[in-house]
Structures are given as structure tokens and as C-alpha cells.
């Protein structure tokens, strides 16, 4: 089964039995930047300096990726100032991963669980109902990371997003982040990428550090 990049960091960032989303505010600017910087790769949008342009909207045929590309086109067009990427990162955070979980819950990978907390706020959860996926994603990841394998342009692209969203422990719970971190950055500066998908990979590392640092000055 072919998952999209947000599908990948959204089944890492869930509890696989409890279900509940683990660094969710990071994990939810990486899931957004994911379904970005797939379209980036699909020749989509294209991403420079920091600013975007939707340069086709034929739709990919990944109902997910299609849903959010609609929805980006319409910003763009009613967008009067410059397009700039951590804009529209901000704008689409929640209503991407709320699409990303609904799309897994459809591909039958979580299962949707509604609850209360203290018997008053609604909360809803998605533990794991087929984890053949995400043991392969771990399996990929791993080969990659710590044992060096050659990456190609998908894998490069969820290790650089990871890495951007400080997600180390998310991909590598059982290994200290000091032993991964390294090899992340270097798989992050893309040199496994063609030119179009190393400066998208770039770009997008770019803008999520900057809603990342952002959004920690405001809580600070």
C-alpha cells in the first residue's frame, strides 16, 4: 500500500494502542509540510525563497493530496500580498491532519475510538487497526538512518521533515537522538535528490522552522 508523507508522520505520531497523537504540534506542522511538499515533488506547486505558486492543479489521483491542492488553489487566487509558505503552513495546520487521520482511518490503518475526558470534553483517538504499514515505514527508516542505506527522493523527503520538526524520537524511540540526528541532517541537505525535489526539500525545511520558532516565541 502506497502512503502519502503525511500519512507516514501521522502513523508515527499516533500510539499505536491507545491511540492518542504523541508531539502533536510539531508532528501536526510536519504532516502539513508533507502533504506540501508532496505536491512540490508531483510538480504541483513549486516552492522558492520561501514563497509559493500553484503551477498545475490536474488533479494526482490521492484524494488527500487533491482535497488539500483545491483548497491551496483557492488561497492563492484570493491571496493579494506574496504567497509565502509558513503562511499558508499556519492556515492549513489542523484541517490537514484532521484530513491526514481521516484518510487513514479510510485506507482501514486506524481505527476512529470517541470518548470524554473527566466525563466532559469530547476526545477522539485512532489506534492502530493494521500495522503492517507502519513496521514497513520503521523498517525503511531504519535501514536509512542508522544503518545507512542509500535513500531515494520519498525517503528523503519524511527524513528531512522530520528532522525539521525535531522528530527524532517520534521515528527513533529506542534510539538516543545524538546517534540519528547526525545522519538526519546530512540526509536533510538532499544530495540524494534530483535539482526540483532538493530545493523543494530545502524550502520546506526552511519554512517549518520558522512556524516552528514562531509559534514557540508566542507560547513563550
Keep these: 500500500m502506497t502512503v502519502t508523507l503525511a500519512e507516514d508522520i501521522a502513523l ?31 510538480g504541483r506547486v513549486t516552492v522558492h525563497d520561501g514563497l509559493l505558486e500553484v503551477s498545475d492543479t490536474t488533479p494526482t489521483g490521492t484524494a488527500l493530496l487533491d482535497g488539500r491542492l483545491e483548497q491551496l488553489e483557492e488561497w492563492a487566487t484570493r491571496r493579494k500580498s506574496r504567497r509565502k509558505v ?41 489506534p492502530e487497526a493494521d500495522g503492517s504499514v507502519e513496521r514497513e515505514l520503521r523498517a525503511r527508516l531504519t535501514a536509512v538512518v542508522v544503518h545507512g542505506m542509500e535513500p531515494d527522493d520519498r525517503t528523503s523527503g519524511l527524513v528531512s521533515l522530520l528532522h525539521a520538526a525535531k522528530l527524532h524520537r517520534l521515528a527513533f524511540p529506542d534510539v538516543p537522538r545524538k546517534l540519528v540526528a547526525p545522519r538526519m541532517a546530512k540526509i536533510a541537505d538532499g544530495q540524494w535528490a534530483g535539482d526540483g525535489v532538493r530545493e523543494a526539500i530545502r524550502n520546506m525545511q526552511a519554512a517549518m522552522v520558522a512556524v516552528t520558532v514562531a509559534t514557540t516565541v508566542t507560547v513563550l
Excluded at 500510539?15 to 502533504?35: F, H, L, P, T, Y
Excluded at 492556515?91 to 476512529?112: F, Y
Design 12 to 42: 508515527l505520531s499516533l500510539d499505536d494502542e491507545s491511540g492518542a497523537a504523541k508531539e502533536r504540534q510539531s508532528a501536526g506542522w510536519a504532516v502539513a509540510g508533507g502533504i506540501l511538499l508532496e505536491l512540490a515533488m508531483a
Design 86 to 126: 509558513a503562511d499558508w503552513l499556519t492556515k492549513d495546520q489542523s484541517k490537514a491532519v484532521a484530513a491526514t487521520v481521516e484518510s487513514l482511518c479510510a485506507r482501514g490503518l486506524v481505527t476512529e475510538e470517541r470518548g470524554k475526558v473527566l466525563g466532559l470534553f469530547p476526545v477522539r483517538r485512532y
